[in-house]
């Protein structure tokens, strides 16, 4: 059984991470979402409320299951037993800071990084961007699945 993790903040999950867990779903058995406690990052969503919408979006999709962690990435697949690290990158500074992670996670963990490409129609839509929309108010539906609208 091949089980990656696909790690994020996730605040708010966007089109774009449902697009790479769908197509990360071709490649892979399983998928654990891995929702990364970050104490550098405020938080706009409670990290349990990021939870559920992400188990909500996913509920009829045995395949996928999610978890809030509070560790190191590698730690996190170790102790899930997955082989891989799934991302995905938008643009060349994404690239960038995934190879270098990438790197290091290999070296600690013997952890294989896969990296899919966001499509290009979702390579516009960030996190950062869907918060800032949504503090002043304005509509996100074209940014965020179903369930987070």
């Known amino acids: 059984m091949k089980r990656a993790i696909f790690p994020g903040s996730f605040d708010p ?3 774009g ?3 790479i867990v769908k197509r990360g779903l071709q490649l892979f058995d399983e998928i ?3 929702i990364g406690r970050n104490s ?8 349990r409320e ?13 395949r996928v299951q999610v978890a809030i962690y509070d560790c190191l990435t590698v730690d996190f697949a170790r102790d899930n037993n997955a ?14 800071y995934e190879r270098n992670m990438a790197e290091a ?11 899919l490409y966001t499509r290009p129609e979702y390579a516009h839509i ?10 002043y108010g304005k509509d996100v539906s074209a940014f965020v699945p179903n369930h987070l609208r």
């Open 40 to 47: 550098t990052k405020k938080e706009t969503f409670p990290i």
């Open 17 to 19: 991470h449902y697009d």
């Open 50 to 62: 990021r939870e559920e919408a992400i188990r909500k979006i996913f509920k009829d999709e045995p």
């Open 83 to 96: 082989e891989f690290i799934l991302r995905g990158v938008r643009c060349v500074e994404d690239f960038e």
């Open 32 to 34: 654990i979402i891995g």
């Open 126 to 135: 960030s996190s950062t961007l869907v918060r800032d929309l949504y503090a």
């Open 13 to 15: 999950f966007t089109l």
């Open 105 to 115: 996670n290999k070296q600690l963990a013997d952890i294989e990084t896969i990296i």
